[in-house]
C-alpha cells in the first residue's frame, strides 16, 4: 500500500470519531476564550491517536498542541473551535475542528516514514479574539515550516485572499436625565453614535472598493424616557492589506470622535484584538493540496461570485506573514446558504458537510507528506 492510500484508509477508519467529533462540537457551541468542552475534546481525540498532547499552551486554557513524529519538515495544521454569539457555528469551525483531527489519524502512522514532525494546533478565539496572533507572540509556531487548515464554505476555493481587518469595541459615556421632563440636563450617548454611523454612511463614498467597515451596536441605553448614558458597540474595518487598514482605520476611528464632539459624550476606544493580516498563500503548497482535492472529486470555483467567502478575514494570516501557509476553503453544498447565517450552521452536519471534513482531512495529510516527497520544496521552506 502506497503512503496515499495509507492516509486514506487511516482516515476511513476514524470517520466515525472524526465525523461524532464535528457533530459533538456543533451541538456545544461556544465562543470566544470558552471553548473549554471543544479543546477537551479535540486533545482526547489525539491523544487516542497517539499524540503528544499539552492543553492550555502559551497560557491560553483553551488552546492546545499535540505533536507526532520526529523527521525534518515540521507541519503544523491548525484546529479552529469557537462559535458565534447567537448564531452558533455559523463559519463550521465544528468542522474545522474535525478535519484537522482527521488529518491527524491519517498522519499519525505515516509521519516518520515521510519525513514529517507534525502539530496539530488548537487555535481559541478567531471570531475577533485574535488568538492565532497570541500564539504566535509565545512561540507556539516557532519551529514550525507551514501551516494549514481548511475552511467551510459555499464551494470549494484554493486560494485564500481575505481582507485584513480591525476590531474595535466602542463606548459612549454621557449623562443620564428624564427624556420628557429634564432633557436638557441629560447628554445622550445613543446620539453620538448616531452621528458616527452617519458619518461612516458618507466616508463609504470616499473609501477604497476594497475596503468593508461594519458593526453593531450593542447597548443603546435602558429606557425610553431616559436619556441614554452609555452606549456600546463593535466595528470592524477591513481593507485589501494592512497597509491599506492603517490609512483607512484613523478616518473611520474620526467618525465616532465626531460623533463624541457633537453630543459632548466621552469617546473609548480599545482594540479587541491586534489587527488581522491579508493572507499570503504558498502557492507551492497550494498547488499540491489543489491535486490531493481533485483526486477525491472536489472542484474549485474560484471566479464564481459565490465564492466570496475566500475574501473573509482571518487570524491565519497572521500566521502566513511569519511562515508558509495555505486556508483553501471547502464547499458543503449549501447555497443559498452562506457563512454566518443560521442556515448555514445547519447545513455543517448534513451529509455533505461530513464528507467535505473528510475530504479535507485527506487532502491536508497527503499535502504534507507530498510536500515532504519533493527534495526542492523542503530545502526551499527549511532554510
Not at 504566535?136 to 485584513?164: I, K, T
Not at 466595528?235 to 473611520?252: I, K, Q, S
Amino acid at each position: 500500500m502506497n503512503i496515499h492510500d495509507a492516509i486514506d484508509s487511516a482516515v476511513s477508519s476514524a470517520e466515525s470519531e472524526v465525523v461524532g467529533l464535528s457533530h459533538r462540537v456543533h451541538a456545544h457551541p461556544e465562543l470566544a476564550w470558552e471553548e473549554e468542552r471543544s479543546s477537551q475534546w479535540v486533545a482526547a481525540a489525539l491523544d487516542d491517536l497517539g499524540y503528544d498532547v499539552q492543553h492550555g499552551i502559551c497560557g491560553l486554557p483553551t488552546a492546545l498542541r499535540g505533536r507526532i513524529g520526529s523527521g525534518p519538515l515540521h507541519i503544523g495544521i491548525c484546529a479552529e473551535y469557537d462559535a458565534l454569539p447567537e448564531l452558533g457555528h455559523a463559519c463550521g469551525h465544528n468542522m474545522i475542528a474535525a478535519s484537522a483531527v482527521g488529518a491527524a489519524a491519517g498522519l499519525a502512522r505515516v509521519a516518520d516514514d515521510a519525513g514529517l514532525t507534525v502539530s496539530i494546533v488548537g487555535t481559541p478565539a478567531e471570531e475577533g479574539g485574535g488568538g492565532k496572533i497570541t500564539l504566535l507572540e509565545r512561540g507556539a509556531f516557532n519551529g514550525l515550516h507551514a501551516a494549514m487548515m481548511v475552511h467551510p464554505g459555499p464551494v470549494d476555493v484554493a486560494e485564500a485572499a481575505p481582507f485584513a481587518v480591525s476590531h474595535s469595541a466602542i463606548r459612549y459615556r454621557g449623562k443620564a436625565a428624564h427624556a420628557a421632563a429634564y432633557p436638557e440636563h441629560g447628554v445622550n450617548a445613543a446620539d453620538a453614535f448616531t452621528v458616527a454611523q452617519v458619518a461612516i454612511g458618507l466616508l463609504r463614498q470616499h473609501l477604497p472598493n476594497t475596503t468593508r467597515v461594519h458593526g453593531v451596536q450593542t447597548r443603546g441605553g435602558e429606557a425610553p424616557n431616559a436619556i441614554p448614558e452609555t452606549t456600546e458597540g463593535r466595528w470592524y474595518v477591513r481593507a485589501n492589506n494592512l497597509d491599506e487598514l492603517a490609512e483607512v482605520e484613523p478616518r473611520v476611528l474620526r467618525c465616532f470622535e465626531a460623533g463624541a464632539h457633537a453630543t459632548g459624550c466621552e469617546l473609548e476606544i480599545e482594540a479587541e484584538s491586534a489587527p488581522y493580516s491579508e493572507f499570503h498563500n504558498d502557492l507551492d503548497v497550494l498547488a499540491a493540496y489543489r491535486r490531493n482535492a481533485e483526486a477525491r472529486g472536489r472542484r474549485f470555483s474560484d471566479e464564481d461570485a459565490s465564492s466570496r467567502m475566500n475574501t473573509a478575514s482571518t487570524d491565519m494570516g497572521n500566521v502566513s506573514r511569519v511562515l508558509p501557509a495555505i486556508h483553501p476553503y471547502i464547499g458543503i453544498d449549501s447555497l443559498p446558504a452562506v457563512n454566518h447565517q443560521k442556515e448555514f450552521a445547519a447545513h455543517c452536519i448534513t451529509p455533505a458537510a461530513d464528507r467535505a471534513v473528510l475530504d479535507a482531512a485527506t487532502a491536508m495529510a497527503q499535502t504534507a507528506v507530498d510536500v515532504a516527497a519533493d527534495p526542492a520544496l523542503v530545502e526551499r521552506l527549511t532554510l
